[in-house]
């Protein structure tokens, strides 16, 4: 979905599209691999841990390593970019999947011999990464198609939902109880995910080759060049501010690093975009970039995300106050998550089905209004209440299943949230760019996420701020977001699933 300005491109019709069962195999297999073989899925716990009790890191340096180790899900654009207008013989989709996950894969092997190194093991993490964000934007594209071609974006968005919640259900469970075991077997496990991943794209996944972009014309090299707009040019400088803040401001030098290193990927972007060039490939890809920096829809959704996952976060200072102050195994730590995903997983069923009964406006308002105010269960996140309410109800057999409730009803209502702006994302991504808008959108959700975490760790440690007050925060943030839910398009959000976008 593009500003009305101009129409959006379509496909390439020369490229037949791949058929329905073939896109949606593909972005399961790609879905299970490149979110269970992530570090903070299989890996979060082990590492966490790791981290905490070998390393010695407090809540701060936890969140800082994964910020670093996980900086190239900010990179996507980038990839986004290479996989959309630099084919490798012929292909968008497959070979960068299939090298991406290879590359994942060895990474991983690695991360088991480095484990006494830091800063090897952070070396070694960040190529682990960069690698499984090929392979995670691949398989965007390939979502970003079949909802568009088939016209099923909430359903597809689904599907792949109800894959990762399937990760996010088994990984906390094996990673609970990897976190008590040597290091060797969670990189073992994570390699062979990949590994496999690898295997498929290879033997099973057929592609349409994409055909070469045909010879530059006269008309073409008279193209003006793109030149940025006035919001471009506000929105660098208010980014620019915010990382000289953060530098000049005890404590925040690295949120401060990490957004010049945004701004630094975002000038790439620009200078790709603005630069003279008579190579047809780049010239495609100028084509692209020229069409996402200038729709207005986009970049309303990209705030839209990035006002969602930048509020100061708790999963962190969460886990540290499971395993710290309520004297949580790792099990125990693990199987909670694992609680929370199971009930996110039938969420996403519920989601498929409701998508094409309510508006996205609906969706997107219920979604994130209902999930800030459930976070307010976390006010009551010890054991005292986990005796009251079970002396209270006698359908719990014991008080510990108070923290299953809190997981379980966070579960359900962070996944409709979620699905919503998934949602938005395919329906904001203009056709022709499906992997570098999408991507673009997840780049600024990771960075988010990310950041969100850092924030929330580094209130509760640098600032002395109590879990109590951090759980108040981050509702009252999140519930001022929705006043920007009017400013998005009617035309995009007024609309159910299967309703045809103007």
């Not at 077997?185 to 994409?210: D, H, N, R, S």
């Amino acid at each position: 979905m593009t500003d009305n300005r101009s129409a959006p491109p379509t496909l390439d019709s020369t490229r037949p599209p791949s058929s329905l069962s073939s896109y949606l195999i593909m972005v399961v297999v790609g879905a299970f691999a490149t979110t269970f073989g992530q570090q903070k899925v299989i890996g979060n716990y082990p590492i966490l841990f790791l981290l905490k009790d070998q390393m010695g890191f407090g809540p701060e340096k936890v969140s800082e390593f994964f910020l670093w180790a996980t900086f190239a899900w900010n990179l996507k654009p980038l990839a986004g970019v290479l996989t959309d207008a630099f084919p490798i013989f012929g292909s968008r989709r497959r070979l960068y999947m299939l090298f991406g996950a290879l590359g994942a894969g060895l990474s991983w092997l690695a991360l088991g011999f480095c484990t006494d190194n830091y800063p090897l093991f952070l070396f070694f993490s960040i190529l682990l990464n960069i690698a499984i964000v090929f392979g995670s934007t691949c398989m965007g594209g390939l979502q970003v198609e079949a909802g568009q071609i088939y016209g099923i974006p909430g359903r597809v968005s689904s599907l792949r939902q109800i894959v990762s919640s399937v990760c996010q259900v088994a990984a906390p469970l094996m990673g609970g109880w990897l976190a008590g075991q040597a290091f060797g077997y969670t990189a073992g496990i994570g390699a062979f995910v990949l590994l496999l991943m690898a295997a498929y794209t290879f033997f099973g996944f057929k592609e349409a080759p994409t055909p070469p972009p045909p010879a530059l014309t006269a008309a073409d090299l008279q193209r003006p060049s793109w030149r940025p707009n006035a919001p471009i040019i506000g929105g660098i400088a208010a980014i620019g501010a915010a990382a000289a803040f953060s530098l000049f401001t005890p404590g925040l030098a690295s949120i401060g690093y990490s957004l010049l290193a945004l701004l630094a990927v975002f000038f790439l972007i620009l200078g790709l975009a603005m630069a003279r060039v008579t190579n047809p490939v780049l010239f495609k890809a100028q084509g692209q970039l020229s069409q996402i920096l200038e729709s207005r829809t986009l970049w309303l959704a990209v705030g839209m995300l990035f006002l969602v996952y930048t509020v100061p976060g708790l999963y962190t200072p969460l886990t540290f106050r499971q395993s710290d102050e309520l004297k949580f195994s790792e099990d125990f730590i693990g199987a909670l998550t694992s609680a929370e995903a199971a009930i996110g997983l039938l969420f996403a069923m519920v989601y498929a089905g409701i998508c094409s009964r309510f508006t996205l406006r609906t969706l997107l308002i219920a979604g994130i209004g209902a999930n800030a105010l459930i976070t307010l269960l976390y006010l009551w996140y010890d054991m005292e209440t986990a005796n009251a309410v079970h002396a209270m109800l006698p359908i719990l057999s014991e008080p510990h299943e108070w923290f299953f409730v809190v997981h379980g009803l966070g579960g359900a209502l962070v996944v409709i949230s979620e699905l919503a702006l998934m949602d938005l994302a395919v329906r904001s991504t203009p056709r022709g760019c499906e992997a570098l808008g999408f991507s673009l959108m997840m780049s600024i959700r990771n960075f988010g996420i990310s950041m969100s975490d850092v924030i929330g760790s580094k209130l509760l440690e640098t600032y002395n701020v109590s879990f109590t007050n951090l759980v108040l925060i981050n509702v009252g943030t999140t519930l001022a977001i929705l006043l920007f839910v009017p400013l998005l398009p009617r035309a995009l959000v007024l609309k159910k699933e299967g309703e045809q976008m103007s």
